[in-house]
């Protein structure tokens, strides 16, 4: 074969392909548009540990807003909309949509993780997410998170479901309560994160002057931890207290082990 003519073969080759191609997709095109959302395969991460919503639970979401996606075409489906309206949800924190080849719509949905239960002095209840966001109890109300009592009333109402907003410079007391918020959410995620001291600290209380005290699990007092300031030294000093004095003492001999003074465990009986 002279090279002319090898030109002209390689020429139709690629022409022939390029046709191919374009048919195959037009025809995938006129598929996709004749294909029928079969169905829903809805994954909610984390569903058995954090437990707020359910595949049933998203459903009812899409519902409410009048979304029937079973049975309608797929190409008529806006996904970014489908995003859009779970991720608007205060539970939901990120929310993937696609379709299948098999026509099913799938839905991957992350949960907000509850890092506290709060309860205000005005009786407000809400948890509070790892990313700062405040959200109903609702039927979630039994998640084993620490719960934070005699915190003070809070510039937002008691309905309010989102992201914590910050108050106005001008605002003193709030702005004193938000900046205190802020130390509390960042102790109560290293609290979440070391094993151990998820285990044993099941509430918070809140004291005037911003001093906390901490209600163990094991043991029949209270641990006067003051305020945020050096906390991770505090409990580590208890940590140690609890290794070389509690565990020949027992668990239940003080009603008060105080941390705020430097370097010092008091304990009263």
């Given at each position: 074969m002279n090279r002319n003519s090898k030109i002209i073969l390689d020429t139709l080759v690629w022409t022939a392909l390029a046709v191919y191609l374009v048919l195959a997709a037009g025809y995938c095109s006129r598929q996709q548009s004749d294909r029928i959302c079969t169905g829903l395969n809805i994954v909610v991460k984390d569903s058995v540990k954090i437990g707020l919503l359910s595949r049933s639970a998203v459903r009812d979401i899409l519902?409410?807003?009048?979304?029937?996606?079973?049975?309608?075409?797929?190409?008529s489906i806006n996904l970014a909309a489908v995003e859009e309206i779970l991720v608007s949800h205060?539970?939901?924190q990120s929310v993937r949509v696609y379709s299948s080849l098999n026509g099913r719509l799938n839905i991957e949905l992350e949960q907000r993780r509850p890092v506290a239960r709060i309860q205000t002095e005005n009786g407000y209840r809400f948890f509070l997410s790892a990313d700062e966001f405040v959200m109903p109890l609702k039927s979630a109300s039994l998640i084993d998170v620490p719960l934070v009592t005699g915190l003070p009333e809070f510039t937002f109402g008691t309905d309010f479901e989102g992201?914590?907003?910050?108050?106005e410079e001008t605002e003193k007391k709030s702005l004193e309560n938000y900046k205190f918020l802020q130390n509390l959410i960042n102790f109560v995620k290293f609290v979440e994160r070391d094993p151990f001291w998820n285990a044993q600290i099941v509430q918070i209380h809140v004291l005037p002057g911003n001093e906390v005290e901490l209600i163990p699990r094991l043991g029949r007092g209270m641990i006067l931890l003051g305020d945020f300031a050096g906390y991770r030294k505090k409990l580590d000093k208890l940590y140690k207290f609890y290794q070389r004095g509690l565990a020949y003492e027992g668990w239940n001999k003080y009603a008060c082990i105080n941390l705020k003074y430097e370097d010092?465990?008091?304990?009263?009986?």
């Open positions: 519902v409410g807003h009048s979304l029937s996606l079973t049975g309608a075409p797929l190409d205060p539970m939901v992201e914590i907003p910050a108050p010092q465990v008091v304990c009263t009986q």
